[in-house]
């Protein structure tokens, strides 16, 4: 297993061998319409093109933004994007097909299990037909074990034969998929029950036939929680990396305040902000199980935690920015 998911893997992305000998790819968030032209466009596609191997449209490919024709969604905004990265050689994951909790899915009402499932895999289809020329990989499983209040998933209300259904479905559609499970909060010692639930739920699926090109931790860290614990990190990745198949942190972020707040971060927040990305940068490269790191964001204009972002509003790089690009020069020489 570990060298077919190898193998699938090292097709998310072209990069020369790094210094030490190792593949890694460094990859971000964006929102497609940031790609269409304008002087904001053409500073997005400047640092993408300069620094990054891989883009996730943050929210155009979920089912809820999927058709809409408005300011923020538009299948313009992802056909530009989807061009214009494929024709920089940049690859694209899609985010995502299955979303763990049905609350948060649209169209989903208690009742209509069967009926939801038929809309459902109608929308797959249209969506990878429509994108599969330009992506191949995607979060197949998202927040499979959110656990924060959900009780309706996915997978408790479809069978596993209606999950492997789905599988093949999308590898018939696009035989070099590469299909991966992401979650959040597992990197946390506060989420140590979540860190078992999602073994558990990874290991369910393996044993019952769906196939995981990749495992991903989204890697969302808040200055509240306080100093880094890498020893519990560095745990954890061993843990998983039992499974034999290579770990991607799909949304990194270290981040101060609320979701969308802006916040003018001290001197002394910055500098810790700037020291911990790069202890978490380095944390994740060292280990031999960690293919890659995927920012959720990079500029403070379009990220869902402005205090996160590497570039500010004005579209100055901050520390942390700084520490990125020398993180990355020192890899990549």
């Not at 077919?4 to 090292?10: D, E, V, Y």
């Not at 209509?112 to 995607?138: A, G, M, P, Q, S």
């Not at 590497?310 to 990355?328: A, C, M, T």
Request: with cysteine; glycine share 6%; net charge neutral.
């Amino acid at each position: 297993m570990r060298v077919l998911c190898c193998c699938l893997l090292a097709s998310l992305c072209t990069i020369a061998t790094t210094a030490q000998g190792k593949h890694f790819y460094m990859g971000c968030a964006v929102q497609a319409r940031h790609f269409c032209d304008s002087a904001d466009s053409l500073f997005i596609k400047q640092v993408v093109r300069d620094h990054f191997d891989i883009v996730t449209l943050t929210n155009d490919l979920k089912w809820n933004n999927w058709g809409k024709e408005n300011k923020r969604f538009s299948k313009t905004y992802i056909d530009h994007a989807l061009q214009w990265l494929k024709k920089n050689q940049v690859k694209v994951k899609g985010h995502h097909i299955v979303w763990g909790p049905l609350k948060k899915e649209i169209n989903y009402r208690v009742g209509f299990e069967e009926e939801y499932f038929h809309d459902f895999l109608r929308h797959t289809v249209e969506k990878i037909e429509y994108t599969r020329d330009y992506v191949n990989t995607w979060d197949f499983l998202n927040h499979p074990v959110e656990l924060q209040g959900y009780s309706d998933y996915f997978d408790e209300k479809y069978s596993f034969d209606q999950l492997l259904l789905l599988q093949d479905t999308l590898k018939k559609l696009l035989p070099s998929a590469n299909l991966g499970i992401n979650e959040g909060g597992i990197l946390s010692k506060i989420n140590f029950r979540k860190r078992g639930a999602y073994y558990q739920k990874i290991e369910d699926y393996l044993a019952n036939g769906i196939d995981l090109s990749y495992i991903g931790f989204m890697g969302h860290f808040h200055d509240t929680a306080g100093k880094i614990d890498t020893a519990y990190i560095h745990e954890t990745l061993d843990i998983f990396s039992e499974f034999e198949i290579p770990i991607v942190i799909t949304e990194f972020d270290y981040r101060f305040g609320e979701m969308a707040e802006k916040i003018k971060l001290s001197e002394a927040q910055l500098l810790r902000q700037a020291k911990r990305t790069r202890l978490l940068l380095d944390l994740f490269y060292m280990h031999p199980n960690v293919a890659g790191v995927i920012l959720w964001g990079f500029w403070e204009q379009g990220h869902w935690y402005p205090s996160a972002a590497l570039w500010d509003q004005s579209k100055r790089i901050k520390p942390n920015g700084e520490v990125l690009l020398e993180f990355l020069d020192e890899i990549r020489k």
